[in-house]
């Protein structure tokens, strides 16, 4: 999806497309602009939590939000579709975007995407509960050294 593109070796090229089709066409919705990759080579994509592959069989749906998908073949159908404000109700979630995959291909999904991720930061900061707790800051200083790491390592590759 458009911010996992993190970096490439070789042959490897990026465009990006928007789909087209009318029930795709939402302004302000998340999912509209894509990144496709081509070419051979070696490509790096950043997701964050947990990132899970599924296989999809022909015909086979899975139904998730959109900012939860990482990356997925040319081959998967994707609908998106709004939640209205009673669905959300009904079912929780502050996903306002569902996307409908179906097979065949590969999809990759997130657990948490960043704009989740840097939404639970906030409120935890603001929080007064979590002021006090050093380990929250640990964590936070953990995962922008990774993050840090994962970029100086993915320059180095560049390089060769």
Do not use: W
Not at 63 to 74: H, P
Not at 78 to 97: E, H, M, S, T
């Amino acid at each position: 999806m458009p911010d996992a593109f993190l970096c490439s070796v070789s042959d490897v090229k990026v465009s990006n497309t928007v789909d087209q089709r009318a029930r795709n066409v939402m302004p302000s919705v998340e999912g509209f602009l894509r990144q496709k990759l081509t070419g051979q080579g070696l490509a790096f994509i950043l997701a964050g939590g947990t990132v899970a592959q599924k296989v999809l069989e022909v015909g086979e749906v899975l139904a998730v939000d959109v900012s939860c998908i990482a990356a997925l073949n040319t081959t998967v159908n994707v609908q998106i579709k709004y939640n209205g404000p009673v669905r959300r109700a009904v079912f929780g979630g502050d996903n306002l975007v569902t996307a409908t995959l179906t097979g065949p291909g590969i999809v990759f999904i997130q657990s948490l995407p960043f704009r989740r991720f840097s939404q639970r930061i906030a409120r935890a900061v603001t929080s007064p509960n979590m002021r006090d707790n050093p380990k929250f800051f640990v964590q936070i200083a953990i995962f922008f050294f990774l993050a840090y790491v994962v970029i100086v390592s993915s320059l180095i590759l560049t390089d060769v």
